[in-house]
């Protein structure tokens, strides 16, 4: 009998991209997302049940029905800047929601899960590369609530043998590389896709935040990870956690750092399009680099990311045109079935 996961806001991006990847491995995912931020046609690899974190009955409900083996958890809102705007949304939403995720979880039988956790939780690096023991010392809202759901989880092992396995992503990026499923969020605020839109035409410019960084070109660097990578971690993850692993935390990056200005240069040289690009300083929090020490994904995960940021662009721009073209045909023009 195939194995049931509830993937929570498996319409999002990365969810749905974990949602293709479990398929591929053998899983059946049930997707749990209120579409506030997702999208009901990325939902192509099992059942969409529509609902909101918070709804415990909504949650109990589905878990009945389902019988799922284990959680991924993804719902969350992500947006930096809002989370300064209004903290406790991000507090009630992110926090909230996943502690009522996870006693509907226990509830129903479940006994693992699988979190998406971001890098973000460790606040400007004392260190690069970051390991899992770096300091943590979230900037904004957004960060702490992901930080304080890593920290329930690891009580929630301690004192009730409900394991998980927290992922903590640095840059996700790219796309399906068969363009069935991208990246879309309202309102775009990661790079690869401003970039991309402004080399459609889409936007007027792109700007660089900052060029008087300790780095080699002076512009922030980040480590970009395909999100079919990070999808490939959440099913490694995932086997881990049934197989009887150990609660953990991991690092999810290449290892690679990639300049603002090289991310540029890779955009304009992969699409052929050169674009306006603007300078203005820097914003505040943004650190001069992050870059992930990913080594103990390796060691007891197996896991490789496997494509570099030439594949992450060149898929990411796949996306971006297709997505134009949908938005630039006329819906009378879509076949009626």
């Known amino acids: 009998m195939i194995e049931k996961v509830l993937v929570t806001g498996g319409a999002g991006y990365v969810g749905s991209h974990a949602c293709l990847a479990l398929a591929e491995a053998g899983f059946a995912p049930v997707v749990y997302d209120n579409l506030s931020n997702g999208h009901a046609e990325f939902v192509q690899w099992g059942p969409l049940e529509q609902g909101d974190i918070r709804d415990r009955a909504r949650l109990d409900e589905v878990i009945a029905l389902h019988a799922p083996v284990a959680v991924l958890h993804f719902a969350a809102l992500i947006e930096v800047g809002e989370s300064v705007k209004a903290p406790g949304r991000f507090f009630d939403n ?42 943590q010392a979230p900037l904004n ?21 409900f394991r998980s396995v927290r992922l903590r992503y640095f840059n996700a990026a790219g796309a399906d590389e068969a363009g069935r ?40 660097m980040r480590d970009y990870v395909h999100v079919h990578d990070l999808a490939d971690a959440h099913v490694r993850a995932l086997r881990y956690l049934l197989e009887g692993g150990e609660s953990d935390v991991f690092n999810l990056g290449t290892g690679t750092g990639t300049t603002v200005r090289d991310l540029v240069e890779t955009i304009s040289r992969t699409t052929n399009r050169p674009f306006p690009v603007g300078m203005a300083g820097r914003r505040p929090g943004d650190a001069p680099r992050l870059v992930a020490d990913n080594r103990k994904a390796r060691e007891v995960l197996g896991w490789r990311p496997l494509r570099g940021l030439d594949e992450i662009v060149a898929s990411a721009w796949r996306w971006h045109e297709a997505e134009r073209s949908r938005a630039e045909t006329p819906a009378s023009k879509h076949p009626v079935t």
């Open 141 to 161: 809202p957004y960060a702490r609530s992901k930080l304080m759901v890593e920290q329930a989880l690891a009580d929630y092992d301690r004192f009730a043998g």
């Open 94 to 135: 992110n926090v909230g929601g996943a502690i009522t995720l996870i006693e509907a979880a226990r509830a129903g039988g479940i006994r693992a899960m699988v979190f998406s956790s971001t890098c973000a939780v460790y606040g400007d690096p004392v260190r690069v590369p970051m390991d899992e023991d770096h300091p």
């Open 181 to 220: 499923i991208g990246e879309r969020h309202e309102p775009e605020t990661h790079a690869i896709p401003l970039a991309l839109q402004t080399a459609l035409g889409q936007r007027d410019g792109f700007t660089i935040f900052g060029d008087d960084y300790d780095t080699p070109d002076g512009t922030a």
